[in-house]
């Protein structure tokens, strides 16, 4: 089992930054992915960014990337996503979610969620 903590959310004016952390703890090693989600309301949740633990690759969505910089530190199995520039269309509630299989786009690969986090981006 798996289990993702969520923090760092907020309300912040659009050109701001902020970062968003996730925290695992559980069963969770080298090799498993992990991805942050968003999903405003009346939307799908979306893929966002992605990488695995232990390696260094990293996968951004075209809206965010330039934007937003997924990092980890594989010690703490944390993973950060820190948000540049936002924009109001940023805002949504972001997920941590982990997969066995490695990072993906398509969120039924992962099996492990947060309970998310609100960021709210005001113009």
């Known amino acids: 089992q798996v289990h993702l903590e969520e923090s760092g959310g907020g309300f912040v004016q659009a050109g701001s930054s902020l970062t968003v952390s996730c925290t695992a703890s559980g069963d969770i090693f080298k090799g498993f992915g992990v991805g942050w989600f968003r999903q405003a309301p009346g939307k799908e949740r979306h893929f966002v960014a992605g990488v695995n633990l232990g390696y260094d690759a990293t996968h951004y969505d075209q809206a965010v990337k330039g934007r937003f910089t997924i990092s980890k530190d594989d010690i703490k199995k944390t993973v950060y996503l820190q948000m540049n520039d936002l924009k109001p269309e940023d805002s949504a509630v972001y997920y941590c979610?982990?997969?066995?299989?490695?990072?993906?786009?398509?969120?039924?690969?992962?099996?492990?969620w947060g309970q998310g986090i609100q960021v709210t981006v005001s113009s």
């Open positions: 979610a982990s997969s066995r299989l490695g990072t993906s786009w398509s969120e039924d690969n992962y099996g492990f």
